[in-house]
C-alpha cells in the first residue's frame, strides 16, 4: 500500500505562484512514478505532470509546459509542483498519483493510488 499526502493549495490572483506538494509513504519509490492531475467543475481528470524516480525525467501537459515545474526530495519520498503565472484556466483540485513502474504515463487508469487532492483555484 502507498499512502500520498498532498499539501499547498489554496487561493491566488492571476499570474500568482503555488507549490503543492505530495508525500509518499508505504514503500520504495525506485521504479515508480509520481503525478499531478487536475480536475475542474464539469470537466473531466487531465494530466498536469509526472515524475519518473527511476530516471529523473519530468513530463509535463502542453497547457502548462513553461510555468509548471516538477521537483523532487528523494529523501522525504516528496514531489514539489511549482505552479507559476496562475491563471484562471487552471482552477481545479489537484490529486497526487504513484504508478508501481518506471514510466510515465498521461493516462489517470494506470495510476494505482492517489491522494485526496487539493483546491487550486485562481481568481481573476
Known amino acids: 500500500q502507498v499512502q500520498l499526502v498532498e499539501s499547498g493549495g489554496g487561493l491566488v490572483q492571476a499570474g500568482g505562484t503555488l507549490r503543492l506538494s505530495c508525500a509518499a509513504s508505504?514503500?520504495?519509490?525506485?521504479?515508480?512514478?509520481m503525478a499531478w492531475f487536475r480536475q475542474a467543475p464539469g470537466k473531466e481528470r487531465e494530466f498536469v505532470a509526472a515524475?519518473?524516480?527511476?530516471?529523473?525525467?519530468?513530463s509535463y501537459a502542453d497547457s502548462v509546459k513553461g510555468r509548471f515545474s516538477i521537483s523532487r526530495d528523494y529523501a522525504k519520498k516528496t514531489v514539489h509542483l511549482q505552479m507559476n503565472s496562475l491563471t484562471p484556466e487552471d482552477t481545479a483540485v489537484y490529486s497526487c498519483?504513484?504508478?508501481?513502474?518506471?514510466?510515465?504515463?498521461?493516462?489517470?487508469?494506470?495510476?494505482?493510488?492517489w491522494g485526496q487532492g487539493t483546491q487550486v483555484t485562481v481568481s481573476s
Open positions: 498519483a504513484f504508478r508501481p513502474y518506471s514510466a510515465a504515463t498521461t493516462d489517470a487508469t494506470t495510476y494505482n493510488y
Open positions: 508505504g514503500r520504495t519509490l525506485s521504479s515508480t512514478v
Open positions: 515524475f519518473s524516480w527511476s530516471s529523473d525525467l519530468t
